[in-house]
């Protein structure tokens, strides 16, 4: 069992920055790939980005070029630095572990493995 603890998140204006940041509780295969999910109000949750323990890193559509993922291996911790925040991306972030991740071509989605962790989630506001 792989905990994760989420810091950051809030709000912020259209525009701004933020940064989320989850640590894992051990270095595992069950956590080879550590990422983000986000759900807002009324819409199904939706991959935001995932990286995988020395290797790729794979984004949504919407967040490319504006969002970017990073891992601390030593710390068992991933980071997402959220740039030119739209009130679009407002919505609760779940921090992700899993064995496996990428994109999906046929989806067009950001996607986690079947063996997947979840963090407690952190809300994300971004106002007009």
């Known amino acids: 069992q792989v905990q994760l603890v989420e810091s950051g998140g809030g709000s912020v204006q259209a525009g701004g920055s933020l940064n989320l940041s989850c640590t894992a509780s051990?270095?595992?295969?069950?956590?080879?790939?550590m990422g983000w999910f986000r759900q807002a109000p009324g819409k199904e949750r939706e991959g935001v980005a995932m990286?995988?323990?020395?290797?790729?890193?794979f984004y949504a559509d919407s967040v490319k070029g504006r969002f970017t993922i990073s891992q601390d291996n030593a710390k068992n911790t991933v980071h997402l630095q959220m740039n030119s925040l739209e009130p679009e991306d407002t919505a609760v972030y779940y921090c992700?572990?899993?064995?496996?991740?990428?994109?999906?071509?046929?989806?067009?989605?950001?996607?986690?493995?079947?063996?997947?962790?979840w963090g407690q989630g952190t809300q994300v506001t971004v106002s007009s």
């Open positions: 992700v572990a899993s064995t496996g991740c990428g994109y999906s071509m046929t989806r067009r989605a950001v996607v986690s493995g079947s063996a997947t962790y």
């Open positions: 051990a270095s595992t295969y069950s956590n080879r790939c």
């Open positions: 990286s995988e323990r020395g290797g790729s890193s």
